[in-house]
């Protein structure tokens, strides 16, 4: 396989950018990241002319594929042919704002920002000016974007910066505790209770390996934030419109939140992210209210165009269907696989949302039919119940490196483009199709 071409951009690249990307996770390809000349449906072009079926969509944003039906292309080459941005409102960002609180359960009003990242950091700062309290809590593993309230390790008994420019003064105003603990997390509300803003949590571990949620657990966090006065914040940056359909992962469980997050799919492809809730506590931010938040691209008309068709075309046509059905196919595919070959390795995934985790130990049951036969989903009757990750550490614990250092590179080798290392995401896009599937699923079984 010929990778000059990338090879000498990424030499050009290291010599003007850091690590020669602009955004960390791209650095993981070892020994340089492969360059992309375009996409085609389920499929990328790199820029030595290899093609690979396309499992990242761009870390989540595309579910249609990289070929955007007409309306949607139609729709962002109007907006932008009118004109690049104006910095007053527009009409497609109303129709996109009354589409999103039409859907989804937690949301009367929403306000619309550049990146998840910006979404979650909002978030946070409005939680702490309704509430005036400033305790955040998150779960291990768990990924809120680049920002300092949240890029915190440790444990409830102590917490500290996960990055270098951190104060520790914004470590100390965090409290990880572990995803699927209902004990930990009642302790610490027992102990801190009246100085937690909020709980963050993504109600699927979408960046750390896919971990579901155990029965009960975000039920648990809806009733502890409602005791204590706290605010329920789900991190719907990666599931939103992908898990549960128009109505994201909280109509899915069942489980409604205070304030939403958003980014990715809401966007259609283009830079975005939203934050979303009561209106009661979204009408704190300003100008209605004392919590500030703006910026100049917010609401940007081709984004906003992008996304409002992305999601009419979703609920118009068989979107969810199809790659909840190629999902389905793939994790099935591979549960089957691993009865035989790695009975220790564990899927995860559901909706359009797959992966195959290293984990280190596992049962190794008479028959694959008594496992969750498309993704683990956490249930108790499952042989692989005690084996399977319920935490970020859990999934930390598995072998990354393998996963990284050999099978992605086998993967890479027989045209199947994987997330970049052991923890991110896959995703089924409307532009895959069976085909595609199959060779993924032989792909596999080579690899591994």
């Known amino acids: 396989m010929n990778e000059e071409h990338s090879k000498a951009l990424y030499d050009r690249a290291l010599s003007v ?3 020669g990307v602009n955004s960390a996770v791209r650095a993981a390809i070892e020994p340089y990241p492969f ?7 389920g499929h990328v072009v790199d820029a030595d002319g290899n093609r690979y079926i396309d499992w990242v969509m761009g870390l989540g944003p595309l579910l249609l594929g990289h070929d955007l039906p007409e309306p949607v292309a139609a729709a962002v080459q109007r907006h932008a042919s009118r004109g690049p ?16 609180v039409r859907h989804v359960p937690s949301v009367e009003k929403i306000r619309f920002v550049n990146s998840g990242t910006e979404a979650t950091v909002s978030a946070v700062r409005l939680a702490r000016g309704y509430t005036g309290r400033n305790a955040i809590v998150i779960m291990q593993g768990g990924y809120h974007g680049a920002q300092e309230s949240t890029l915190v390790e440790g444990d409830a008994q102590g917490a500290h910066p996960s990055s270098a420019g951190i104060p520790q003064s914004f470590a100390e105003h965090t409290i990880p505790v572990p995803f699927n603990d209902e004990e930990t997390v009642r302790a610490v509300f027992e102990e801190r209770g009246e100085e937690i803003a909020a709980v963050m949590t993504e109600p699927v571990l979408a960046n750390y390996g896919i971990v579901h949620p155990e029965e009960g657990y975000l039920e648990c966090l809806r009733e502890l934030t409602a005791e204590y006065g706290s605010l329920l914040i789900f991190d719907e940056v990666i599931t939103g419109f992908r898990v549960g359909g128009l109505g994201c992962a909280q109509s899915r469980f069942g489980v409604t939140p205070d304030l939403t997050t958003f980014g990715k799919v809401i966007g259609g492809g283009f830079p975005v992210g939203a934050v979303g809730g009561r209106a009661e506590i979204v009408g704190e931010l300003a100008p209605a209210g004392p919590v500030f938040q703006a910026g100049t691209f917010s609401g940007h008309p081709v984004t906003m165009a992008a996304g409002l068709e992305t999601l009419r075309f979703a609920a118009e046509n068989d979107v969810y269907d199809h790659v909840n059905d190629l999902g389905d196919q793939l994790r099935e595919g591979l549960t089957e696989l691993l009865a035989d070959r790695a009975p220790e390795y564990t899927v995860v995934g559901t909706d359009s949302l797959f992966k195959l985790i290293f984990t280190r130990e ?6 694959h039919e008594e496992q969750c036969v498309s993704g683990c989903r956490q249930e108790s009757t499952c042989p692989r119940y005690d084996h399977c990750p319920k935490t970020g550490a859990d999934v930390r614990r598995s072998e990354t490196d393998r996963w990284r250092r050999l099978f992605w590179g086998e993967m890479k080798a027989r045209g199947i483009f994987l997330s970049q290392n052991g923890f991110e995401s896959q995703f089924v896009s409307y532009g895959h199709t069976e085909a595609d599937v199959e060779r993924t699923l032989a792909a596999y079984e080579e690899a591994l």
């Open 17 to 19: 950018m850091p690590g």
């Open 85 to 100: 941005m104006y910095g007053t409102p527009t009409e497609v960002e109303v129709e996109l704002a009354e589409f999103v």
């Open 362 to 367: 596992g049962p190794d049951p008479k028959s």
């Open 35 to 41: 360059f992309i000349a375009k996409g085609d449906g």
